[in-house]
Structures are given as C-alpha cells and as structure tokens.
C-alpha cells in the first residue's frame, strides 16, 4: 500500500511560481517513476510530466514544457512540481501519482496505480 500526499497549492498570479510537493510513505518509492497530472473544472485530468525512478529522464505534456520542472528527493520519498510563469489556464487541482511499471513513465491515467488526494492550483489574472 502507497499512500501519496500532495502539498503546495494555492492562489497566485499570472506569472507567479509555484512549488508543489508529493510525499509518499513506504519503501519503494525510490523504484517507481512518478507523474504530475491536473484536472480542471469539466474537463478531463492530464498529463503533465513524469520521472523516471533515478530521476534521470523527464517527460512533459507540451503545453508545460519550458515553464515546469519535474524532480524528485529519493531520499526523502518527495516528488516536486516547479511551475514558473503560470498562466490562468494552469489553474486545476494536481495530483501526484505513482506508476504501475518500474521501468516505465507513462503519460495515461492507467499507467498510474496510486494517486493523492490532489492539491489546488488558481492562477489569476
């Protein structure tokens, strides 16, 4: 059982930065890669980017690349999301999740088995 729990939100404005984080408990986190994934008022939850287990590959849905960074502390079982110059349509709720495969970074819901309870993001204009 993994437990994940996301921390960080908030309200800022346009082109503020934001730094979230993903703690989870037990043992394995450092042998799973994770992802960020957010979902906005009536729309579908997205990709948002993802982390192989080291750490040593990132992957980013495109409308983030350039302005958010994925990373991870293995030693303190903690992902992170840093969002530079957000934009009103980065406003969603976040959640962290854990991936299904060790070896695999997917950017689909289902290659994700664990998620937090997600944490809210508003940007404003």
């Known amino acids: 059982q993994v437990q994940l729990v996301e921390s960080g939100g908030g309200l800022v404005q346009t082109g503020d930065s934001l730094r979230l984080s993903c703690t989870a408990s037990?043992?394995?986190?450092?042998?799973?890669?994770m992802a960020w994934f957010r979902q906005a008022p009536g729309k579908e939850r997205e990709f948002v980017a993802s982390?192989?287990?080291?750490?040593?590959?990132?992957y980013y849905g495109d409308s983030v690349k350039g302005r958010f960074t994925i990373s991870r502390d293995n030693a303190k079982n903690t992902l992170y999301l840093q969002m530079n110059s957000l934009k009103p349509e980065d406003t969603a709720v976040y959640y962290c999740?854990?991936?299904?495969?060790?070896?695999?970074?997917?950017?689909?819901?289902?290659?994700?088995?664990?998620w937090g309870q997600g944490t809210q993001v508003t940007v404003s204009s």
């Open positions: 999740a854990k991936s299904q495969l060790t070896y695999y970074a997917g950017t689909s819901l289902q290659d994700y088995d664990y």
């Open positions: 982390i192989l287990s080291m750490g040593g590959s990132t």
């Open positions: 037990g043992r394995t986190f450092s042998v799973y890669p």
